[in-house]
């Protein structure tokens, strides 16, 4: 809640110049020019206000440019970009009045309820993010690759052999026609630079993990990895961010949508809110936890016994259903340090 009345300024970030509008004190409106979204920019301009109610939208520059803001004596609030369905939806859509919009939220809001804003990580702590996030870009691009030659060799009537992707440039290479030898061969040594560099950055994301002592806290439950514990803690922040575990299943946007009114009660799909890169995590650990190698668990059971239900889609429901409650015992480890049993575990929390 803002302290007594203070101008309110609205900032829609854009990735060369930003548009601002201020709601002063006595009710005035002003229209600054736009400023560029550099850091020499925003000090500049932050600098020679007095302190205000700045209110921005989530957005790759909101990081940075919120923190040299609170550097400067100012309120920041950055707005969750997913409650502001009056600027994403609106017919009249230009920055400046996105920046307008901003701003008489911001005045017309002063508990916050309605922009619900987040929290933005520390600098370390996004850096080391940033290394489980690039293993991630190129794990994607050696499977782009793979898939590619498959196809290739496949348009010839030919069909490589089935490896791993870890190994696949050693497996197949001896299977690729000669016509296409030209064509794959390039694309057979990028696969194998980039299996050199995910190695590299897996050794990486160990030294990170180190660094964090709860990693071994979270990872107690089987199907859990150092990747997916460091990117769910780093992710999280704060574990005192949730008054209850069960809200983290929401965070990750692994709770199914609600369309309730009257008698009518559908099921629809997840919502896939919140971080894309958590949500695949846990969604990769629950097919492990209830695949052909997962352990003997209550997790596992649980999830198994869904999946027998039938019905279109049941194991994918079921999967679905194990990675949030995945992300909810995560979170009750963290919270608790307790010891996680795999069989008879009962956490005194919903899930």
Not at 141 to 166: D, I, M
Request: with cysteine; net charge positive; proline share 3%.
């Amino acid at each position: 809640m803002t302290d007594g009345i203070k101008d309110t300024i609205g900032c829609d970030l854009g990735d060369k110049f930003s548009d601002l509008f201020i709601l002063t004190a006595n009710g005035e409106t002003q229209v600054p020019e736009r400023l560029k979204t550099t850091q020499a920019g925003v000090k500049k301009f932050f600098s020679q206000r007095k302190p205000a109610h700045v209110v921005l939208e989530a957005s790759t520059h909101s990081r940075w440019v919120s923190s040299i803001v609170k550097k400067l004596g100012h309120e920041v609030t950055v707005a969750d970009t997913r409650r502001l369905r009056l600027i994403s939806h609106s017919d009249s859509k230009s920055d400046r009045t996105d920046a307008e919009l901003l701003a008489r939220l911001g005045r017309a809001d002063p508990d916050l309820k309605l922009l619900r804003p987040i929290r933005h990580r520390g600098d370390q702590a996004q850096a080391d993010l940033a290394v489980a996030k690039s293993r991630d870009m190129l794990v994607g691009a050696r499977t782009k690759l793979v898939n590619q030659a498959r196809g290739l060799v496949k348009s010839f009537g030919e069909r490589l052999p089935a490896s791993h992707t870890r190994s696949f440039h050693r497996k197949a290479a001896s299977a690729i026609p000669e016509l296409l030898k030209p064509a794959l061969q390039p694309l057979f040594k990028a696969i194998e630079m980039l299996n050199e560099q995910i190695s590299e950055l897996d050794k990486t994301v160990e030294q990170v993990a180190k660094r964090y002592a709860d990693v071994e806290v979270v990872r107690q439950i089987d199907g859990v990895g150092v990747l997916t514990a460091l990117v769910f803690l780093l992710t999280l922040d704060d574990k005192t961010r949730f008054d209850k575990s069960r809200k983290v299943g929401a965070f990750a946007g692994l709770r199914p949508r609600r369309d309730q009114s009257g008698d009518t009660d559908k099921q629809l799909p997840i919502t896939k809110a919140g971080d894309s890169f958590l949500r695949k995590l846990l969604v990769n650990c629950a097919n492990h936890i209830m695949g052909p190698f997962g352990k003997d668990s209550d997790l596992r059971r649980w999830g198994l016994r869904l999946a027998e239900r039938g019905g279109k889609n049941a194991r994918q429901r079921a999967k679905i259903a194990v990675a949030r409650k995945l992300a909810v015992l995560m979170h009750r480890l963290w919270v608790t340090g307790e010891e996680y049993q795999a069989v008879g575990y009962r956490a005194n929390v919903k899930v």
